[in-house]
């Protein structure tokens, strides 16, 4: 289903739920959420362990299906994808960054960035200019050839930012960006976070952390699978 996409908007979800099945009992995770996200913003998801706000991300980023309700992506309802065409969106589309950096040990700082390429099936030549040029981006391009080993957890979460950035996505998730770090290579994560925002990225940051919470534009609050809180 398409329906007219208004020009300002990348996420509309409307009364999504999802439920997990654990056992013989049903947890739900999401309990009829609905949230629109507007082309350019900056917001954090806040909530504690288990509110559900991972859950969403996942839903947002396609990692995860709904059980029920609506999720319009650009203006087209990308509810009933099939796995193939959820893959194709969430590779063009979507950035991620997670707490745990997810990188190859064994891949230099290059090799890392370049993996959503090489999914892509960009030609070598051209993946090794765009994966240097997002490093450089975020200031290491000097470490290039040097392992996620070799790195501070500070260092290694710039590869992951640079390795999110590589396909130009549309969204960036961030899921506990700065939850490994201290609270100086958190703050200059987050400045980066921000300098991206300001050339035009949608970014949504994940966190239980006020501070890292207040430093978006706009707070959305969740708790027990429901938006309590949305400024």
Known sequence: MQREESSDVLIEIKSITKVYRLGSVNVEALRGVNLTIKKGEMLSIMGPSGSGKSTLMHIMGFLDRPTSGKYFFKGQD????????????RNAEVG???????????????????????????????RKERAFYYLKKVGLSHRAHHTPLE?????????????????????????????????????EIIEIFKNLNLEGKTIVIVTHDPEIASSCERIVKIRDGLIIEDN
């Open 151 to 187: 790195m501070s957890g500070g260092e290694r979460q710039r590869v992951a930012i640079a390795r999110a950035l590589v396909n130009n996505p549309s969204l960036i998730l961030a899921d506990e960006p700065t939850g490994n770090l201290d609270s100086k290579k958190g703050k």
């Open 78 to 89: 990308t509810t009933g994808f099939s796995d193939d065409e959820r893959a194709r969106i």
């Open 96 to 126: 991620f960054v997670f707490q745990s950096f997810n990188l190859l040990g064994r891949f230099t700082a290059l090799e890392n960035v370049e993996l959503p390429l090489v999914y892509a099936r960009v030609k070598a030549s051209e």
